[in-house]
């Protein structure tokens, strides 16, 4: 049920292989090396988050950060302590925690050219409260290498800096920028319209600086998922820029951007600078290659594909990215920058247009909007996707505001609910949600506002005058007819010493080997003299798994031990079979 992350290879052997890359192109593929080296821990579940972190402490694992936006840990161990680990059913995925560079080439214009046929100043900018605007209300991260907090022609409300030191994630409010990529981004986003320097395209945005790389342009994917983390846990910034890439897909990077998307969030970043002159080839980097993140391709003066500009399926938009001019740190100016971080920009400074012109528009109605309104270049839509960003277009695009509620819609394992996430809502409306299970289940509960009501497939909200919730539960359709439960690990015959921790996993299922759900299941380990020394009782998960973390206690008999599993459902009892496993205890 685990997540292969690798390929087709078998995935303990792959997961090897990609680790120890990490440790050197020189180094041999033998599998006798100790040198650790950082990984991404994803879970199922991080419910018992002590028992998790436990585990991987176990497994040898020194960890240096946990999340709540996505159940993973992140810590530092040898290819060979990953792999085992992996092994274990608690466990989704292990991948690496991969560098990741901001995005820019050799040596950019755009702001006249996303406003289309106006000229500055932008009547699109207008005066509030009419839908036009220059961005006031909205807020808009850049997660880069920061920006210069004293430049006279940006302002920015506030930030944080998060790096990986040692085994420590750390995080700060030294956000400045030395590099200067990120304050040439942000110029672009959100430069002030105060006649000196240059002008952004929403220079009255709430501009936050999240420092995820460091000095050098680099910095780890642990990083980035708590700078998102951070923002969605701030409830007041609306848009991401992400000028920044990589080659290698991480799970635990797309999650983070799926979830801070179901948040509300609108993520944009750069597509890449992997082009080639024939503009052929599925070039797209990541994040930008993920579904709840904008690709944005780079444009010249010419509105053609700028040389270097990624290409393929994933582009969504393409906006100027060559020598483009904008602010850089010690409150200086610079032209001739280009890269698709330089295009990323346009377009979320336009998005932040459109959204403070309806701030109850939900972040897949800005996203529509400015696919809609895109001018077509007439390049290949892996060129340029739906085509180039217009502000003007996009801004007139929004009506005057109209009252909107939120829905909420959430669902349990073994099926899903559509649309999943919080839906905005016209007032007066009807809203209809398809409940879905998988196969070999059926529609459980559905709950509305935290009032039960009939399990159906299909629930439609009508004339929508407040704001709502919906939850939806799943149960299987299969009949128990008989019981199997086994102790899955440890190996029997594992020797443990004092103050070892190790998991103790049971898996139950019925006649068709098809896992059980909601199994009560009992864990006894008995001593070499048969006496009763720990028992744990719970239900076994959407897997058919009951996992508990043992600990051999300082100063316990060495000797054999037993190991014991007990499961029960309905009216049905299973008892692991003989010979029982066991281990063995000696002392430190």
Request: aromatic fraction near 8%; hydrophobic fraction near 40%; include cysteine.
């Given at each position: ?276 002159d024939a503009g052929t080839g599925n070039t797209v980097g990541y994040p930008a290659k993920y579904d709840s993140v904008i690709a944005v391709a780079a444009s010249d003066s010419s509105d053609e594909r700028a040389y270097f500009s990624s290409t393929g399926p994933d582009v969504d938009f393409i906006a100027p990215g060559v020598n ?265």
């Amino acid at each position: 049920m685990r997540k292969i992350v690798y390929g087709n290879l078998g995935k303990v052997t792959a997961l090897l292989i990609v680790l120890m890359l990490l440790l050197g192109s020189s180094m041999s593929l033998g599998l006798g090396t100790s040198e650790k080296v950082d990984v991404l821990i994803g879970f199922h579940n991080m419910s018992e988050r002590a028992q998790n972190r436990a585990m991987v402490r176990a497994f040898g694992g020194e960890i240096y950060a946990e999340f709540n936006l996505v159940d993973v840990i992140a810590a530092r161990m040898t290819p060979q302590q990953a792999a085992a680990l992996s092994k274990n059913p608690k466990i989704d995925y292990i991948e690496p925690d991969a560098e990741v560079y901001a995005l820019e080439q050799t040596t950019p214009w755009g702001i006249d050219r996303v406003f289309g046929d106006e000229s500055y100043p932008f009547p699109t900018w207008g005066t509030p409260p009419e839908v036009k605007n220059k961005g006031a209300g909205i807020g808009v991260a850049v997660l880069d290498t920061g920006i210069d907090v004293d430049h006279q022609d940006l302002n920015v409300v506030g930030g944080k800096r998060f790096y990986l030191r040692g085994l420590t994630l750390r995080s700060d409010d030294l956000y400045d920028d030395v590099y200067g990529h990120g304050t040439h981004v942000a110029g672009t986003i959100a430069a002030l319209d105060n006649d000196i320097g240059v002008v952004g395209v929403a220079p009255e945005v709430s501009l936050y600086a999240v420092k995820v790389l460091g000095d050098n342009g680099s910095g780890s994917t642990s990083a980035i998922i708590a700078g998102i983390q951070w923002v969605r846990d701030q409830g007041n910034i609306s848009i991401i820029n992400m000028s920044l890439g990589s080659s290698l897909y991480s799970s635990t990077f797309n999650n983070a951007c799926k979830n801070a998307y179901l948040d509300g969030i609108l993520i944009v970043a750069s597509a890449g600078n992997s082009g080639n002159d024939a503009g052929t080839g599925n070039t797209v980097g990541y994040p930008a290659k993920y579904d709840s993140v904008i690709a944005v391709a780079a444009s010249d003066s010419s509105d053609e594909r700028a040389y270097f500009s990624s290409t393929g399926p994933d582009v969504d938009f393409i906006a100027p990215g060559v020598n483009i001019m904008s602010t850089v740190p010690d409150s200086l100016y610079e032209d001739g920058w280009s890269g698709t971080s330089m295009a990323s920009p346009h377009v979320a400074g336009t998005a932040a247009l459109v959204w403070a012109a309806d701030p109850m528009m939900s972040n897949g109605d800005v996203w529509q909007i400015l696919t809609t309104t895109a001018e077509d270049l007439s390049l290949p839509s892996e060129h340029q996707g739906n085509g180039l960003v217009r502000a003007d277009r996009a801004v007139d695009a929004v009506a005057t505001p109209v009252t909107k509620y939120s829905i909420n819609a959430t669902a349990g394992s073994n099926g899903t609910i559509t649309p999943l996430g919080t839906v905005y809502v016209t007032e007066g409306s009807n809203q209809s949600f398809m409940i879905t299970p998988d196969p070999g289940y059926q529609v459980a509960d559905v709950v509305v506002d935290n009032n039960p009501v009939e399990a159906v497939n299909n629930y439609e909200f009508s004339n929508v005058t407040s704001d709502h919730t919906i939850h939806a539960t799943f149960k299987s359709t299969a009949t128990v007819d008989a019981l199997d439960v086994s102790i899955i690990s440890p190996e029997s015959g594992h020797t443990y010493k004092w103050n070892d921790l190790f998991a103790i996993t049971a898996k139950v299922e019925d006649q068709n080997n098809t896992s059980v759900i909601g199994a009560s299941v009992t864990i006894e380990v008995f001593n070499k003299d048969g006496t009763l020394i720990n028992r744990y009782a719970g239900t076994t998960n959407e897997f058919g798994i009951f996992s508990v973390t043992h600990k051999v206690s300082k100063g316990a008999a060495t000797g054999i031990y037993t190991i014991k599993a007990t499961a029960s459902f309905g009216d049905l009892t299973s008892v692991s079979p003989d010979p029982q496993v066991t281990f063995n205890v000696i002392k430190r």
